[in-house]
């Protein structure tokens, strides 16, 4: 019960980073396929002139997505709410033995007939 009430608390802490993260996320995103796009369009033009500009355009690009790293926290955020969200769901594994001693008594001599 107490586990379950942790796990709450702690997946609305991670919501609330990860919600407070979004955009800084989106951004981080955008910023990276801006580059990747800047980058192709490098590769295939063959003006000098162009070329300088796209490095021009691409070194700008950078410094607005490293701006936006700390992005990152939102997506470890998301991972915990994720594993958060994995052991909501896992199934409580049956206790191995019980608190009476001739119950366990009985189980280990079952195991021990079985060889």
Known sequence: MMKKFLLFVLGLVAL???LANLGPMV???VGGWLLYVVFKKFLKTESTLKKI???V???IVVCITLS???AVIGVAAAYVLYMI????????????FSDDPFT????QWAELNKL
């Open 27 to 29: 951004l981080l995103a």
């Open 53 to 55: 500009g796209l490095v």
């Open 85 to 96: 969200y994995k052991e909501w769901k896992r199934e409580p594994k049956e206790r191995e």
């Open 16 to 18: 609330a980073v990860l």
């Open 57 to 59: 355009i691409g070194l």
């Open 68 to 70: 936006n790293i700390y």
């Open 104 to 107: 366990n008594f009985e189980k």
